[in-house]
């Protein structure tokens, strides 16, 4: 029969290829660590968070 290729005939390393960069569990483990990360260091964030807004505020910038 002709020399169409189903995609389904594909190579199994660009089947795999294409698992992983779809696959979602390397982003939501990233998300996962970035939270970890964050609530570990909250207190810290907080102040720089504020600190940031009073200086954007007292620049007249507001």
Do not use: E, F, K, N
């Amino acid at each position: 029969m002709g020399g169409s290729v189903r995609p389904a005939d594909r190579p199994s390393g660009a089947r795999a290829v294409r698992a992983l960069l779809t696959d979602p569990v390397l982003p939501v483990a990233a998300l996962g660590v970035a939270v970890i990360a964050a609530v570990l260091h909250a207190p810290v964030l907080t102040w720089a968070i504020t600190g940031g807004l009073a200086g954007y505020s007292l620049s007249g910038s507001v």
